[in-house]
């Protein structure tokens, strides 16, 4: 796989402050609920559209990208189920009469890499990917691939779930995230030439029918220690530590594997730290029981310190974040079940 590097992130997700809350040792307390926050180009845009766009926003901020060289690649699974059930009820009241031709592009699988692509104005490969709790690693690897085949300089890669009126209902009442995961990827070299830091290099992938086999096609390559391990169940014995963000988040679903990926950033700022492995899919993510995407398909990703990351943080322990530290409430996209 040729090199690719992760070199900016923002999330915006429900009690989350950013990616070093991920690890789940930040004990700040959420502020005021910022739903009724205004911001221009949101409205009458599903839930999901309107978290990535906010994520994709704080990630891109003071970052200039190649317009025609910039890919956006989504992974989610419910995005805007909303919207469609939304037209579904509409046409059983009112038959299509009553449909807004307005809205009819919002019914699109691929509205949220859109909006993404033209609120930036990005027309590089835009792709949204629906391949079950995989998908969000899934989406790193395609990331690599554009970078890898020229088809893109840039990679701007999203996983965003929404826990809407009609995900709760489809759910039961699971607990699930609410957020989105932003992540800029781009080659080493042009991270170089614009004075980025690289923070994490996406160093393999492995995807396959059994979870020993996907994380032996990612680390077959790599003889140092791993020191963090990113997914739900049993430890493989590849990690000294494991850590399960759905237990904190909810079932992630589609988001899982860019929110993992994020989570791995702040463990590489430490000196020591230098290596990450992420394992999504099967039974044992705690996401399977949903139902969603292939039952045998599992996914892992190792992602590594680059030589370029000077570490930034402590080496004794996690770092938490203080006290005072400002966290996001839930309101990053509006009423969290609404019908905007």
Same mark, same amino acid.
């Given at each position: 796989?040729?090199?690719?590097?992760?070199?900016?992130?923002?999330?915006?997700?429900?009690?989350?402050?950013?990616?070093?809350?991920?690890?789940?040792?930040? /004990? #700040?307390?959420?502020?005021?609920?910022?739903?009724?926050?205004?911001?221009?180009?949101? &409205?009458?845009?599903?839930?999901?559209?309107?978290?990535?766009?906010? #994520?994709?926003?704080?990630?891109?901020? +003071?970052?200039?990208?190649?317009?025609?060289?910039?890919?956006?690649?989504?992974?989610?699974?419910?995005?805007?189920?909303?919207?469609?059930?939304?037209?579904?009820?509409?046409?059983?009241?009112?038959?299509?009469?009553?449909?807004?031709?307005?809205?009819?592009?919002?019914?699109?699988?691929?509205?949220?890499?859109?909006?993404?692509?033209?609120?930036? +104005?990005?027309?590089?490969?835009?792709?949204?990917?629906?391949?079950?709790?995989?998908?969000?690693?899934?989406?790193?690897?395609?990331?690599?691939?554009?970078?890898?085949? +020229?088809?893109?300089?840039?990679?701007?890669?999203?996983?965003?779930?929404?826990? /809407?009126?009609?995900?709760?209902?489809?759910?039961?009442?699971?607990?699930?995230?609410?957020?989105?995961?932003?992540?800029?990827?781009? /080659?080493?070299?042009?991270?170089? #030439?614009?004075?980025? &830091?690289?923070?994490? @290099?996406?160093?393999?992938?492995?995807?396959?029918?059994?979870?020993? @086999?996907?994380?032996?096609?990612?680390?077959?390559?790599?003889?140092?220690?791993?020191?963090?391990?990113?997914?739900?169940?049993?430890?493989?014995?590849?990690?000294?530590? /494991?850590?399960?963000?759905?237990?904190?988040?909810?079932?992630?679903?589609?988001?899982?594997?860019?929110?993992?990926?994020?989570?791995?950033?702040?463990?590489?700022?430490?000196?020591?730290?230098?290596?990450?492995?992420?394992?999504?899919?099967?039974?044992?993510?705690?996401?399977?029981?949903?139902?969603?995407?292939?039952?045998?398909?599992?996914?892992?990703?190792?992602?590594?310190?680059?030589?370029?990351?000077?570490?930034?943080?402590?080496?004794?322990?996690?770092?938490?974040?203080? #006290?005072?530290?400002?966290?996001?409430?839930?309101?990053? +996209?509006?009423?969290?079940?609404?019908?905007?």
């Amino acid at each position: 796989m040729k090199r690719a590097v992760i070199t900016g992130c923002a999330l915006a997700v429900t009690g989350v402050a950013d990616e070093y809350d991920l690890l789940g040792l930040g /004990t #700040a307390a959420a502020p005021e609920d910022d739903a009724a926050r205004a911001e221009i180009g949101l &409205r009458h845009k599903d839930r999901a559209s309107r978290l990535a766009l906010r #994520a994709t926003r704080r990630a891109l901020r +003071g970052v200039t990208l190649p317009a025609s060289g910039t890919a956006v690649i989504v992974s989610s699974n419910l995005g805007n189920l909303d919207t469609v059930c939304e037209f579904v009820d509409t046409i059983g009241k009112e038959t299509v009469v009553g449909l807004s031709p307005m809205r009819v592009p919002h019914m699109s699988s691929n509205v949220t890499a859109s909006w993404i692509a033209l609120d930036h +104005g990005l027309r590089g490969p835009n792709i949204t990917l629906c391949s079950g709790t995989t998908s969000g690693l899934d989406a790193i690897f395609w990331a690599t691939a554009l970078l890898a085949a +020229g088809r893109a300089e840039v990679a701007v890669v999203v996983g965003v779930e929404p826990d /809407t009126a009609p995900v709760a209902r489809l759910h039961g009442g699971t607990a699930r995230l609410d957020g989105a995961v932003c992540l800029i990827l781009e /080659t080493p070299a042009r991270a170089r #030439a614009r004075g980025a &830091r690289p923070r994490a @290099e996406i160093h393999a992938y492995g995807r396959a029918a059994d979870r020993a @086999e996907a994380v032996h096609r990612a680390t077959r390559t790599w003889r140092d220690p791993i020191g963090l391990r990113l997914a739900a169940g049993p430890g493989t014995g590849h990690a000294a530590i /494991t850590v399960d963000l759905t237990a904190r988040l909810g079932r992630c679903s589609g988001a899982l594997g860019v929110l993992q990926c994020a989570a791995a950033l702040p463990w590489l700022d430490r000196p020591g730290h230098d290596a990450v492995l992420a394992v999504a899919g099967d039974d044992g993510t705690g996401d399977r029981p949903d139902g969603e995407g292939d039952p045998s398909a599992v996914a892992a990703v190792l992602l590594t310190r680059p030589a370029e990351n000077v570490p930034t943080r402590p080496a004794d322990g996690l770092l938490a974040r203080p #006290a005072d530290d400002v966290t996001y409430g839930n309101g990053f +996209g509006g009423d969290r079940h609404d019908d905007a």
